[in-house]
């Protein structure tokens, strides 16, 4: 057996235990007496053409061609449908060639990190960041190599990220708009990141290769933008997902896209398809492959958590707790008022609010709320967050 596979099946995830935990209270005290921010799951059901369009194709559709294996890296229909809408909607050149239909963004990932790496590499992760990178990283051999983001808004502080680049990286990770804190990389800080790169790589005289991974692309607030990073930098892979703008994540589809620009692309583009082979990810599935075209840039009601975000972001900073405003995705990342963020979320757990600690994100100090939830649980939970402001004796605003 392989211990390390036996550890990660084993130690559940802290996100996953705060969960399990909140079914059970809610079985023992009543699902309303209960208030789980815990896990990322959309609460807001996936646009109609999602359905209309899953109708159409099973109904309209032989069967056997419905339901068959497309090649490994998907259909090219599709692939070129995403690839026209990318270069439509973002001003990019893309190219459905260097595209590979994936099972989510984990997948994504894991495809992309297999394909670059090998034993000894290191890949930088921005904290905080998400928990399953650490994994999918060491599970190729590879050192995680965390840099901590500023916490006054977490864009990446360039002087640590600078020191971290030894010629071992062979991979960043940016994750915009962020899982746990809700920030989206500004362009400036885009373009002082490619520009590092860029200086890194040529110094050390091997490719550097920057992974976006992106499955909240769309979960923005006000008028903020998303820059696409292949824009920025060649040697880029995409990791996406439709998990999220389309309220999908139990569908498991998303693809990686290599930028055109990035260095003997073919043979990087070879090295996915080899990965997505020796991981058994190939031909995500047939049927929501094809329903992807109809459902390109479409999103789920997001006006849902615009709602829970604005209401959540006052009453918090108004009870004196620290937030930096997220303008992104569907968490909050909250300074705990006391050092130990494990204590104050069995503190909060004790008043039934299941918060997330954040030292698995690779930044201790702060609980994650994921506010995709119902505003009715948003609203009732308010009263709750006061009490536990009054506990760490905080001075509303
Ligand atoms: N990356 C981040 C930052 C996430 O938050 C998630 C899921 O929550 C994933 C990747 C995995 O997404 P998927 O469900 O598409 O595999």
């Known amino acids: 057996m392989n211990p390390m596979m036996r550890e990660l099946g084993a130690r559940r995830s802290v996100i996953r235990e705060l969960f399990e935990y909140g079914s059970r209270r809610k079985r023992e005290i009543g699902a309303e007496n209960v208030f789980d921010f815990s896990l990322g799951n959309p609460s807001v059901p996936a646009p109609d ?17 419905l339901h068959g294996y497309t090649t490994a890296a998907g259909d ?95 991979a960043v990770i ?67 997902s439709f998990s999220k703008s389309l309220s999908l994540p139990g569908e498991r589809i998303g693809y990686v896209l290599l930028s055109p620009r990035a260095e003997e692309a073919d043979v990087l583009y070879e090295a996915i398809c080899g990965a997505g082979r020796a991981l058994g990810f190939v031909c995500a599935p047939s049927l929501f492959q094809k329903m992807i075209p109809a459902c390109l840039g479409l999103t789920s009601d997001l006006s849902v958590y615009r ?13 004196g707790f620290r937030v930096v405003p997220p303008d992104g995705a569907f968490y909050l990342f909250v300074a705990s008022p006391e050092p130990d963020a494990v204590a104050f979320s069995e503190r909060a757990r004790e008043l039934e609010l299941l918060l997330v600690p954040s030292d698995d994100f690779g930044c201790p100090g702060f609980v994650r709320i994921s506010y995709c939830v119902s505003t009715e649980q948003i609203e009732r939970s308010i009263p709750v967050f006061r009490r536990l402001a009054e506990l760490y004796g905080l001075t509303a605003k």
């Not at 899953?54 to 061609?65: D, G, N, Q, S, Y």
């Not at 990019?92 to 297999?114: F, H, Q, R, W």
């Open 49 to 65: 053409t999602v359905r209309t369009e899953l109708i159409r194709l099973l109904t309209e559709t032989p069967a056997v061609e």
């Open 76 to 170: 090219m229909g599709v692939r070129q449908a995403i690839a026209d809408y990318l270069n439509r909607t973002y001003g990019v050149g893309v190219d459905a060639k260097y595209m590979y239909l994936t099972v989510g963004a984990a997948a994504s990932l894991t495809i992309s990190l297999t394909a670059i790496l090998n034993p000894g590499d290191e890949v930088v992760l921005l904290a905080p960041y998400f928990p399953e990178y650490r994994v999918f990283v060491e599970c190729t051999g590879a050192r995680v190599v965390p840099v901590l983001s500023n916490p006054s808004d977490f864009q990446p502080d360039f002087a640590a990220l600078e020191a971290a680049i030894s010629p071992s990286v062979r």
């Open 174 to 240: 940016v994750n915009s708009p962020n899982n746990p804190t809700g920030a989206v990389l500004t362009e400036e800080s885009i373009r002082r990141l490619a520009t590092l790169l860029q200086t890194k790589q040529e110094q050390y005289g091997l490719p550097i290769y920057l992974i976006s991974d992106e499955p909240y692309r769309e979960l923005v607030y006000g008028d903020v933008e998303v820059p696409y990073i292949t824009k920025y930098y060649a040697n880029t892979l995409v990791c996406y």
């Open 307 to 319: 709602t829970n975000r604005a209401l959540l972001l006052e009453a918090l900073t108004g009870m």
